[in-house]
């Protein structure tokens, strides 16, 4: 299970986008990776179809491994993890480990 979830806001540890900022906007669990927003772009040729879309050159994000990111900590500006609490009315709640702040609820 992954501590990062669909929406979240995450940094780019490494590679060709190291430093990037972007939001989750999938995730494949199966193959450990994730899709950000604005990262990793690649370009795909496609060929015109019957539905009236013309091909060309499209521009789109490609998953990266999660290893790459880490969830993003505003109140440090920088990478942190994330750990679990249980709240006193018993809600589970992800906290960051930087600072023990509650994660904001999606």
């Known amino acids: 299970m992954s501590k990062i979830r669909k929406?979240?806001?995450?940094?780019?540890?490494?590679?060709?986008?190291?430093?990037?900022?972007g939001k989750v906007l999938?995730?494949?669990?199966?193959?450990?990776?994730?899709?950000?927003?604005?990262?990793?772009?690649?370009k795909r040729h496609t060929r015109p179809d019957r539905m009236g879309n013309g091909g060309g050159i499209i521009e789109k994000e490609a998953p990266i491994h999660l290893s790459n990111v880490a969830i993003y900590n505003p109140t440090l500006a920088k990478a942190d993890r994330v750990g679990y609490k249980l709240l006193n009315d018993g809600q589970k709640?992800?906290?960051?480990?930087?600072?023990?702040?509650?994660?904001p609820q999606r």
Do not use: H, S
């Open 7 to 21: 929406g979240d806001d995450v940094i780019v540890l490494t590679g060709k986008d190291r430093g990037k900022r």
């Open 26 to 42: 999938a995730m494949f669990p199966q193959e450990n990776r994730v899709i950000v927003e604005k990262v990793n772009m690649i």
């Open 93 to 103: 709640v992800r906290v960051f480990k930087g600072n023990g702040e509650v994660l």
